[in-house]
Structure formats: C-alpha cells, structure tokens
Nanobody, 124 residues
Framework: VQLQASGGGSVQPGASLRLSCAASARSFASFHMAWFRQNPGKEREFVSVIDGTDGNTYYADSVKGRFTISRDNMKKMVYLQMNSLRPEDTAVYYC??????????????????WGQGTQVTVSS
C-alpha cells in the first residue's frame, strides 16, 4: 500500500485548506483511513478517521466542527477539508491506513501504512 498526501501550504488564520491522500491498494474501500499531525519534538496526534466498513467518522476535539474527513473509494482518495484554520493547526499532516479488520482506532500504532506528510502552516 502506498499513500501520497498533498494539499498543504501556508495560510492565514481563518483560511481553509483541503488535504488529499491518494492510495494504491486493491482493498482500499475496506481500510480505515485517518489523518494525523505532528510537530517537531512532539508525538503524532490523531486528527480524524473514516471507517472502511460503514464510513463513520471521528474527530479530535480540537478540530471538531472545523475539519471534515471524506473518502472516494472509486478514486481511492481520502480528503481532509480544514476550515477556520488556527495557528495551533500548524503541523505536518500524515494520512494513514489501517488494514486490519478491527474497529477503527485513534492510536497511530494501529496504522500500518503512512504517507510522506504535507506541511500546513497557519500564521499571520
């Protein structure tokens, strides 16, 4: 499984960005797909996940109401629409795939494939 994240950039507070993650995997539709973020010297932080089984979504409290995760199984893509961005959203964002048949999880240890990361910088 290969994951390719894109869409990051430098924006002002209050702006929006849409991250994309392209997957190369035959069974993409069954994978739980998540976004994590990380800053230097800090642990990787869960942002959002979308289930592969029923499409349910979950969000970290810090992004709830501002970010929206979605997927297009035909295109093997997962997206993260980020609105009302704040300086504290600044991080490298990673997409990740959980290919297990367990329920989705927020722990990065559950995810066995990762994209290369895309930088998001929110600053005035």
């Amino acid at each position: 499984v290969q994951l390719q994240a894109s869409g990051g950039g430098s924006v002002q507070p209050g702006a929006s960005l849409r991250l994309s993650c392209a997957a190369s995997a035959r069974s993409f539709a069954s994978f739980h797909m998540a976004w994590f973020r990380q800053n230097p010297g800090k642990e990787r932080e869960f942002v959002s996940v979308i289930d592969g089984t029923d499409g349910n979504t979950y969000y970290a409290d810090s992004v709830k109401g501002r970010f929206t995760i979605s997927r297009d199984n035909m295109k093997k893509m997962v997206y993260l629409q980020m609105n009302s961005l704040r300086p504290e959203d600044t991080a490298v964002y990673y997409c990740a795939a959980d290919t297990s048949e367990l329920g989705s999880d927020i722990s990065p240890d559950r995810y066995d494939y990762w994209g290369q990361g895309t930088q998001v910088t929110v600053s005035s």
